[in-house]
């Protein structure tokens, strides 16, 4: 193990966790999109209630590992980087919205790939583009204007803020809020009523947790080379789009084994679930949508520096500031953006 590369031991973090994660979404219905549209329109709350199970897991795990000296917070982006409430909330919304209209968020969109889903091929690579072209391409001057991202001057976050304020220990802080986003998701009896969805729920959040432990163990061996992350998937799937184009092995990152470990962990739950089946758009408007929807996400998400896993579960998990106000905002342009799905089909 001592032979391999630091990228690739970092892949290999990457590719466990997203391999879970697939499993996660195809055996126990973990979506972002579908969640909302369910609970909106369907009158299920069992998908948004699952993100409690999810969330509360990641919360607990990945603040008691900090604690326990296994991840180190200060190296994550969400706590090195000064929070910009600005860039949260609008490319929060826009993203939001783009999911809306693409169908799926960038983790949907590579989960439904992984089950034959052509059409989310398309999603995926637009998204990667257009991240890019906002991360370091032609919009990234733009970006840096508007959305200023300064390093962070000290600690913050949500737990260092109550404990300034309050005097109230980070460890309850982490408690109190993984333990309420659990109960809430209990509280919802016919949840309670699919143990496996939970217990998918529960790996979920804690493949959330296996990355930070993982790459936090690299960068301390790396002597800081590779970074302290977990699961997103906006600005990692154009860096795996990249490496696939012009890297060898020695490009290889943590975001390559977590983009592919999604899409191989999605196939394999499809297979088991029998719900493989290549499809592809027999509609131009429906793809023209799509396309429009991935090139907002790829936008909104590189301003808001994360998607709605990146953000709405592993920022979140941080406590930083930007995982709850991202969340909120992705959730707000999404129902903004299926509102205006329904509208049009409805009949004047």
């Keep these: ?51 409690g199970i999810v969330l509360g897991v990641a919360i607990l795990g990945t603040q008691f590992g900090a604690l326990a000296g296994l991840i180190d917070l200060s190296a994550t982006y969400y706590h090195s980087i000064a929070w910009n409430p600005l860039a949260s909330v609008i490319g929060g919304l826009v993203f939001g919205y783009g999911m809306a209209m693409a169908g799926n968020c960038g983790f949907g969109a590579l989960v439904r790939f992984g089950g034959g889903d ?106 800081g080379a590779v970074q302290v992350e977990s699961a997103s998937f906006t600005a990692p799937v154009g860096r795996t789009l990249i490496f696939l184009m012009t890297s060898t092995a020695g490009g ?11 899409m191989v962990g999605a196939l394999a739950g499809s297979t088991l679930r029998g719900l493989f089946k290549w499809e592809a758009c027999e509609d131009p408007r429906e793809l023209g949508r799509q396309v429009g929807g991935a090139v907002l996400m790829g936008i909104g998400g590189v301003v808001a520096l994360g998607c709605s896993v990146g953000q709405g579960v592993s920022a979140f ?32």
């Excluded at 990228?7 to 909302?36: E, H, I, Q, S, W």
């Excluded at 975001?255 to 999604?262: D, R």
């Design 1 to 51: 193990m001592d032979e391999l590369p630091y990228g690739v031991l970092a892949a290999l973090v990457g590719l466990a966790g997203g391999a879970v994660l697939g499993l996660a979404a195809r055996l126990g219905d973990f979506c972002t999109l579908g969640a909302l549209e369910s609970a909106a329109y369907g009158k299920d709350q069992r998908r948004l209630r699952l993100w």
């Design 118 to 223: 052509l059409r989310s091929l398309v999603v995926v690579v637009v998204m990667g583009i257009f991240g890019f072209v906002a991360l370091s391409g032609p919009l990234a001057p733009l970006r840096v204007a508007l959305f200023p991202q300064p390093e962070a001057a000290g600690p913050q976050g949500i737990g260092v803020a109550l404990q300034g304020w309050v005097g109230l220990p980070v460890a309850v802080t982490a408690a109190v809020l993984g333990l309420a986003c659990i109960g809430w998701a209990l509280a919802h009896r016919p949840l309670r009523e699919r143990p496996g969805m939970i217990a998918w729920g529960v790996a979920a959040g804690l493949a959330v947790v296996w990355c930070f432990v993982g790459t936090s163990w690299l960068h301390d061996a790396s002597l």
């Design 252 to 262: 290889i990152t943590f975001s390559v084994g977590s983009v592919l470990g999604v």
């Design 317 to 348: 998990a941080t406590l930083a500031w930007s995982g709850p106000v991202t969340l909120a905002a992705i959730a707000l342009g999404a129902l903004i953006g299926l509102r205006h799905l329904i509208a049009g089909y409805e009949p004047e």
